[in-house]
């Protein structure tokens, strides 16, 4: 019996980070859409579309077990009701089925990004290696399509009874430009995959990969049109190379301070409205986007949420509304206008209980160590000031991933006042969110 026991195979404990294989699957559906799309409907695998979303499903369970009943967190479970509660309230809102599951599907990546609370993205090191090829080939993608055209570029498939168009899935007012989609098959989709796609590579690259695949990255966002990306992507360049200058054991703390302040672009939208507000907006001008968002985007749907629900100003309307639920599967199509900034699109669908998270998210945030998130936080709001991002829905992932830390175990009042620990270790990051690693061991060694 001894020696049989002595020689036992050891078992091996397999253990899926399903948080993992959900973003990851998001990612390469999302970022690759058009090809997706043009052959599951050809080969009629179109349910494998909907296979990210299945693995959402679970993510919501662990959510629940995780972050509601392990950690015991008052505000998960608030934040799990709030969004139950606003999923019936736009049900009535928008009256009809197809519209309450498409804001149930809508809202499942928020449960993904949820469930990164209590670990650091770049522990995930086969997820990495997904959004590095995210990165590149988003980029040959863009690039090829300068010289071809896709043969997914127009076509048309369904959704949930609505027919949808490959190239015509986010809104946005004509003009001239020619409007490169790469994989993706929309040029703002190809130009979001290829900024977070590098971000995140980048923290663990050096400074001359980082200037050389930067270079290539702003010149493929620049032919896609995406102004918005473009902007952002140069000033996280140029903020990676000033973080990179300081000390070592200054970085952190510099990273932190960019994702503080960038919470000032929320209020972006209000001081353009103050400031130019009536300005009409010349067709194919320089400043026609931005304009008609001020004029438009950013203030129609309070006068329709004024005519429609006047409670709703601060209770909100309910998931899916002034989204595209609303848009493709609500007799209130008519009242749909495109909300082109994020923060302004939750406010309409859940009111001030989301004035009150974002407050808890920023004070989460000073004592946030992961530098991935703290890094995404300072993009996502960067970029959100003139986009909605709930589509495509690694858009509204990544969001949630960024704020996750309002939900860590470590985040938890007791702990803060007494300085003791939870069961559960703190990451050890080493301070270098915009820098190449210091250390084999915490970021896998210099490439």
Known sequence: MTAIALHRPRMTVISLNIEAIALGSYLVRDAFGGVMRYYTSILHLDAL?????GIALICLVQFV??????NRSTLAFLVFAQILLSLVLGYFMLGTANAAMSSFKMMLPVFVGFCFCDSSLGSYRRLLLVVA????LSVIGVLLTKFYVMPWVGFKYESFGAVREAGRLWWSYGGDDQRLMGFAADNTMAAFFILISFTITSIRKSTGWCLLFGAAAEYAVWITTSKTTFIVLSLYLVLLVLVR???QEARLRAIRNIALWSFVAILVPIFLIVLVSGTPAVPHSTLYSILDRINNSWQLPFVYLMQ?????????????CFNYPQQLFSPLAAYWVP??????????????PFVAFMVLVFRATFTTTDVYKLTLLFVVNMFTITVLNYGPASGLLIIALSFS???????MPARAALGIGTGVPLPVHPADGFSAGTTKAALGGSR
């Open 133 to 136: 090829a995210t990165f590149y």
């Open 65 to 70: 077990a995780h972050c509601i009943l392990r």
């Open 308 to 320: 429609l629900m006047p409670i709703g100003v601060i209770t909100g309307c309910g998931a899916g």
């Open 245 to 247: 200058m300081l000390p």
């Open 339 to 352: 909300v082109d900034n994020f923060y302004i699109g939750t406010y309409l669908m859940f009111g001030f």
């Open 405 to 411: 830390d309002v939900l860590a175990r470590r985040s």
């Open 49 to 53: 579309w909907y296979l990210p979303d």
